[in-house]
Each structure stands twice: as structure tokens, then as C-alpha cells.
């Protein structure tokens, strides 16, 4: 039941911005550290950034001092800031979340995807 669903991909020039969001919807859940891959066309998925359930993050170097993330527990949000984007950051993003849903009296520890979206970088 619990989903996440990514939203903000785009068509972008080189040295702009996009914020990417993931939302998990459903009922009877919580989010524990969340996390942010993309996968270029031909190319291996690849770790962009961290966050943790105590807002630590992390970052792939490629990616220091352009990206950073965000959550919003409020909202079961999180977010990825791009700046100063680059041809090469053209690839389809996706979110992933450590989830632990209530079923049947139950607590199940579960890890989604989300669907990807696509950011294009043109120089």
C-alpha cells in the first residue's frame, strides 16, 4: 500500500536548477533513511545522496557543493536540490526509502522505489 512517487524532472539548461521530490503516501508506515540513485542511459545505477532519519546526509563526489537533500517528515517528503547542473547529471532519478508498515498487527520492514523521473541537462 505504501508508495513513493517522485515528481520535479525536467528539461533543463547547464548551470540550472531543479528540486526533485519524492512523497510515500499510504497508511501505517514510517521512513527511516532515505536515499537518491540515478541511472544514465548505458550506465550502472549510481548512489547520489543520503539522509538519514536524523537529517545526517551524505554525497557522492560527483556531486558535492551542486546537490543536497532534504526531507520533510511533516509531509513524508524528500527532496533533492540540483544547482549548477551538468550534462553530465542527465540521467533518470530515483528515490528509496527504509519503510516499516503495520499489517495484520505486524511490523514489516519493506524498501520501495520510486517510479524515476527524468532530468536532461542540455549544454
Known amino acids: 500500500q505504501v508508495q513513493l512517487v517522485e515528481s520535479g524532472g525536467g528539461l533543463v539548461q547547464a548551470g540550472g536548477s531543479l528540486r526533485l521530490s519524492c512523497a510515500a503516501s499510504?497508511?501505517?508506515?514510517?521512513?527511516?533513511?532515505m536515499g537518491w540513485y540515478r541511472q544514465a542511459p548505458g550506465k550502472q545505477r549510481e548512489l547520489v545522496a543520503t539522509?538519514?532519519?536524523?537529517?545526517?546526509?551524505n554525497y557522492a563526489d560527483s556531486v558535492k557543493g551542486r546537490f543536497t537533500t532534504s526531507r520533510d517528515n511533516a509531509k513524508n517528503t524528500v527532496y533533492l536540490q540540483m544547482n549548477s547542473l551538468k550534462p553530465e547529471d542527465t540521467a533518470v532519478y530515483y528515490c528509496n526509502a527504509g519503510v516499516v508498515v503495520t499489517t495484520g498487527g505486524l511490523y514489516r520492514s519493506l524498501v520501495l522505489w520510486g517510479q524515476g523521473t527524468l532530468v536532461t541537462v542540455s549544454s
Open positions: 499510504g497508511s501505517s508506515f514510517s521512513i527511516n533513511a
Open positions: 539522509i538519514s532519519s536524523g537529517d545526517s546526509t
